[in-house]
T-cell receptor, first 111, second 113 residues
Framework: GENVEQHPSTLSVQEGDSAVIKCTYS??????FPWYKQELGKRPQLIID?????GEKKDQRIAVTLNKTAKHFSLHITETQPEDSAVYFC??????????FGGGTRLMVKP | DARVTQTPRHKVTEMGQEVTMRCQPI?????VFWYRQTMMQGLELLAY????????DSGMPKDRFSAEMPDATLATLKIQPSEPRDSAVYFC???????????FGEGSWLTVV
């Protein structure tokens, strides 16, 4: 089955700096990669996703890049704000199968 | 705004009692998942249904946990008997089909004392 590894497990940045979270996956058949943000005491919510026919996708201050050859994808948050503090989960999906989640990254943005 | 609905939102129970958590997936979604999360750790998959059929429950302790979908609008997760180590947040999620994203409910916060 698919295996997703996520790094780092914790990340602390100063407000205004950029944050990068990286994930690797094992099955080259994976073709869909969503990212979820979970604030304290809340449910995970989808913030951005990318499909395997696209190399990069942006939505305001967040972007996701995908390298199919290396089987890794990354979340980039620019101009971080305190409200970006949360746990972020990456996931990989093989067509016809379910999501496999990474272990999560706890992002702390210090004012 | 379609949402996954979970009940109860919070439950405190004594060790040994039966606990049943319920989930109403988003109308039209045919995949349903149960996840467990402790202390803001990772998401542990307990059960996965597609078109109401269980496809993967390998992550679920079979001796005390059971998951069912009596119909397309209801999924249940039952713990009998409950133990203190079962204290966690249990999330239900649904999706429109495999190969797509899934949407989480608000979670059922379970405390077993």
């Amino acid at each position: 089955g698919e295996n997703v590894e996520q790094h780092p497990s914790t990340l602390s940045v100063q407000e205004g700096d950029s944050a990068v979270i990286k994930c690797t996956y094992s099955d080259s058949a994976s073709n869909y990669f969503p990212w979820y943000k979970q604030e304290l005491g809340k449910r995970p919510q989808l913030i951005i996703d990318i499909r395997s026919n696209v190399g990069e996708k942006k939505d305001q201050r967040i972007a996701v890049t995908l390298n199919k050859t290396a089987k890794h994808f990354s979340l980039h948050i620019t101009e971080t704000q305190p409200e970006d503090s949360a746990v972020y989960f990456c996931a990989a999906v093989i067509a016809g199968n379910m999501l496999t989640f990474g272990g999560g990254t706890r992002l702390m943005v210090k004012p | 705004d379609a949402r996954v609905t979970q009940t109860p939102r919070h439950k405190v129970t004594e060790m040994g009692q039966e606990v049943t958590m319920r989930c109403q997936p988003i109308l039209g979604h045919n995949t349903v998942f149960w996840y467990r999360q402790t202390m803001m750790q990772g998401l542990e998959l307990l059960a996965y249904f597609r078109n109401r059929a269980p496809l993967d429950d390998s992550g679920m302790p079979k001796d005390r946990f059971s998951a069912e979908m009596p119909d397309a609008t209801l999924a249940t997760l039952k713990i009998q008997p409950s133990e203190p180590r079962d204290s966690a947040v249990y999330f239900c999620a649904s999706g429109p089909g495999t190969g797509n994203t899934i949407y989480f409910g608000e979670g059922s916060w379970l405390t077993v004392v």
